[in-house]
């Protein structure tokens, strides 16, 4: 145990919101509210949502590291269950000085919202920006581009009005010439550019038929791009050939949750959304609710068999409510939404007397759900693999196998491993948030089947104190394998 002791020495077991060993990192994706004070220093990298008060990492957490090494690790940064997703949620929106002053500032704010973005967490990296201002080409840059994601084009417009030395995109000086009334001269800049090379072929032609409208008259649809910037988004949307959201990243899911596009876009958006840990899971059941499906099929039947799930626990219908579960079970598996659907059910069916595959899914939603350890205080389950949940559950080392996915590194990991020694250097070097990182890489590896990846990274995370994040991350990557293996 002698690096676990160090690693604790050294942190003081982080003490907060993180470390609290029965609390979730987060109820939602949405953050708390947002407390923010001035910044002592001209670099704006350390804005965040989240005080160390709420979040348990100290303001230093990135102090002792390489910016270059953080901004990659960020970038590649893919959480593999909902509960390190929370996790990384956390650190990106965390109050803390960046690791360097000046431009490197800056760029691990640009990264931390670059993250964000890519996640869905659309507001939440707005926010920061507000926060942080956007006075540097990098980060207003940022901010144009959240600006037309989320339809804010004519304060864009007069900002980079105000403050054309913020950015050198032509494509947006001519896009916000034109929005501002002065087609003549946004022609005259679209001609220059293209002469001179300075717009790519597609942003000429999109510009070119959004400044005259009647080229594009009997013209072919243009190709949609597979990744369209905010802007090439928006001016689709102006010719009249609006781009769908569901091909797109994640960001752009954000559009469709407002319902102008119909009710059935609508909850696909919150459904991709929710399976990124985006979007709270009372707003999805709120979107599940909004009205009876006129259809079937595919998000229909999850709507429908959630709204049979509501109306049997509302009466109390322990029958109903076994024959709605064992329906919407599989179809909340096979579109990667078990996780909100425990977070909204979990106890309302562990107070029920379920019999059979029902009591089973019930069990399970308990483990998967943010109430999971007083959910599982009482008499141990039946069940081999049951009994294997539930002492994870507590934190406690499984007495016996299970035929689970990863129960073996499951397993060692909470029977007394040992964060890596690279791990434990680091640490001592000050770099808390490198750790961090570097544990959700070796989490994700592990998810991929590199056992020993999945045990140093949940035995890191004891380690440092986020006892309930690893007890959570444990339970979904078994959970969720093990249902997936079952389709």
């Not at 160390?52 to 090494?69: E, F, H, N």
């Not at 990659?72 to 690791?99: H, K, N, S, T, Y």
């Not at 979107?287 to 709507?303: D, F, H, K, M, N």
């Not at 759900?369 to 499984?398: H, K």
Request: glycine share 10%.
């Amino acid at each position: 145990m002698r690096n676990r002791t160090a690693l604790l020495l050294l942190l003081g077991a982080l003490p907060g919101a993180l470390a609290a060993q029965g609390d979730p990192v987060a109820d939602s994706a949405t953050p708390p509210p947002v407390e923010s004070l001035p910044l002592d220093g001209p670099s704006p990298g350390a804005a965040g949502l989240l005080p160390a008060r709420v979040t348990g990492l100290p303001g230093s957490l990135w102090l002792g590291s390489d910016p270059a090494t953080l901004r990659a690790l960020i970038g590649a940064v893919d959480p593999a269950v909902p509960a390190m997703q929370g996790l990384m949620r956390v650190l990106m929106l965390a109050e803390a000085d960046p690791p360097a002053a000046g431009d490197d500032g800056v760029a691990h704010l640009a990264a931390r919202i670059d993250w964000l973005v890519r996640h869905g967490a659309v507001d939440e990296a707005q926010a920061l920006l507000e926060i942080a201002g956007h006075d540097v080409p990098v980060l207003f840059r940022r901010w144009a581009d959240l600006a037309l994601l989320q339809g804010r084009t004519e304060a864009l417009c007069s900002e980079r009005a105000a403050r054309p030395q913020l950015s050198d995109d032509l494509a947006l000086a001519i896009f916000c010439t034109a929005r501002r009334g002065d087609w003549p001269g946004a022609a005259l800049m679209l001609r220059s550019g293209a002469a001179l090379g300075d717009l790519g072929p597609r942003e000429s032609e999109l510009l070119t038929r959004f400044l005259d409208p009647e080229l594009a008259e009997g013209a072919p649809p243009l190709l949609p791009p597979v990744r369209p910037s905010p802007l090439e988004f928006r001016l689709f949307e102006a010719l009249g050939e609006p781009l769908p959201t569901a091909p797109l990243p994640l960001a752009f899911s954000v559009l469709d949750l407002g319902g102008d596009n119909g009710w059935k876009a609508q909850l696909e958006a919150a459904e991709r959304l929710a399976r990124a840990s985006a979007l709270p899971a009372n707003r999805l059941l709120g979107l599940y609710t909004l009205r009876r499906p006129a259809a079937s099929g595919g998000v229909w039947e999850r709507a429908a068999g959630l709204q049979r799930l509501e109306r049997a626990l509302a009466r109390g219908a322990p029958d109903s409510a076994e024959a709605a579960l064992q329906q919407l079970w599989p179809q909340m598996a096979s579109a990667g939404l078990l996780v909100p659907l425990a977070e909204l059910y979990a106890a309302p069916l562990a107070a029920l007397a379920l019999d059979g595959r029902a009591a089973r899914q019930a069990r399970l939603a308990v483990f998967l759900s943010p109430g999971y350890e007083a959910l599982s205080a009482g008499p141990l389950p039946d069940t081999p693999d049951l009994r294997f949940l539930t002492a994870i559950a507590r934190g406690e080392t499984p007495a016996e196998r299970a035929d689970l996915p990863h129960a073996g590194a499951v397993a060692a990991a909470f029977g007394g491993a040992e964060p890596p020694d690279v791990l434990l250097r680091q640490l001592q070097d000050g770099r808390l948030g490198e750790v961090i990182l570097r544990v959700q890489a070796l989490f994700a590896s592990g998810a991929e089947g590199n056992a020993p990846d999945l045990t140093d990274a949940l035995a890191t995370l004891r380690a440092l104190g986020l006892e309930d994040v690893a007890r959570r991350a444990a339970l979904q990557i078994m959970i969720l394998d093990a249902e997936r293996a079952r389709r």
